[in-house]
């Protein structure tokens, strides 16, 4: 197992707060990397596309401006998360700035383009690839990705059906470099089993949501925290790719979320400004990990309390 070199003795805790499709924003990103965790947004939730460089420019000034005024506490890096789609007609747009900006991590899915590859590594940057079976997950690496991210069965947003335990397994048998694991990871017993199980950070999206920096409604963070397992939908119809939502806001847009319909996944689409993300725009992402989720607090807080649980964690288990 291997930590990349753009990540030691950047983090407070092994974690990489994961994209999420309008949540993450600069604010959510500026924040958490300043608790000390990489914080990450999609390139797509820049809209227009000239926003990303806006984007962009602020998170580097920003953590640049904090690391100078804190030097024994540094920030953890940002990444940028690459739809790699075909339907995406901005990506070599999107790529032109993460070459500019020279963004240390980016985040690649739905598909693996070894030029997006060559493109990061041609400034020193670092991909890490998202996979949801070891199929992709060795189709990853062979096109040039430096990582991967195993997302597992309970993961928010587009997860896989396979367990943490055996997803991990599979990939450990060939692949020694960077892993990351996601699937209801919400608290700090289960980042030290992410880590227990073979991973070397854990890669969490949802409890974010209910955070004040959150770009979410007040009904959507409000839906997390009075929420818990069965309240997960897991379905295709929303983008083609299978992922899991919140029951309320599947009732909410006037739908049966017993009676999913199956979409055909070749009509995915993520062009920019696509007729469906709009149409499903109140559709709301979540892992089945929300349990853990009490109330909505600042980013901060809800690091600090991670980091609590996860060194109370590895006490409890050295004294075992």
């Known amino acids: ?60 000034t920003e953590l640049a401006e904090y690391d100078v005024k804190n030097p024994d506490k540094p920030s953890a890096p940002f990444a940028l998360n690459q739809i790699v789609h075909k339907s995406n007609v901005r ?28 493109a990061v590594h041609s400034y020193g940057g670092i991909v890490l690839h998202d996979v949801i079976n070891n199929k992709f997950a060795r189709k990853a690496i062979e096109k040039g990705a430096d990582g991967l991210i195993a997302v597992a069965a309970g993961a928010g947003g587009h997860a896989g059906r396979i367990s943490p335990f055996a997803l991990i397994h599979e990939i450990r048998e060939w692949f020694d470099g960077p892993l990351l694991l996601s699937g209801a990871i919400s608290n700090g017993n289960a980042i030290l089993a992410a880590l227990a199980a073979g991973a070397d950070l854990a890669y969490i999206g949802t409890t974010f949501i209910a955070t004040e920096e959150a770009n979410a409604t007040p009904a959507y963070k409000q839906m997390i925290v009075e929420g818990d397992a069965s309240e997960i939908v897991y379905t295709n119809f929303f983008t083609g790719v299978h992922g899991n939502y919140l029951k309320g806001s599947i009732l909410t847009a006037g739908l049966d979320p017993e009676n999913m319909p199956e979409a055909d996944p070749s009509k995915m689409n993520f062009s920019a400004g696509s007729s469906k993300a709009k149409a499903w725009k109140d559709i709301w992402g979540s892992g089945q990990g929300i349990g853990a989720v009490k109330g909505v607090v600042p980013v901060a807080e809800l690091v600090a309390r991670l980091q609590r649980e996860y060194m109370a964690a590895r006490d409890r288990l050295a004294l075992a």
């Open 1 to 60: 197992m291997s930590l990349p070199a753009i990540l030691q003795n950047r983090l407070s805790i092994p974690v990489v707060g994961s994209p999420m499709f309008i949540v993450s924003n600069p604010d959510l990103v500026i924040a958490q990397c300043k608790a000390g965790i990489v914080g990450s947004f999609p390139a797509l939730n820049a809209r227009p596309q000239h926003v990303l460089d806006e984007w962009l420019d602020r998170i580097t």
């Open 91 to 118: 990506l070599d747009d999107d790529m032109a700035l993460c070459v500019k900006h020279k963004v240390k991590i980016v985040i690649t899915s739905l598909g693996a383009r070894e030029e997006v590859n060559q």
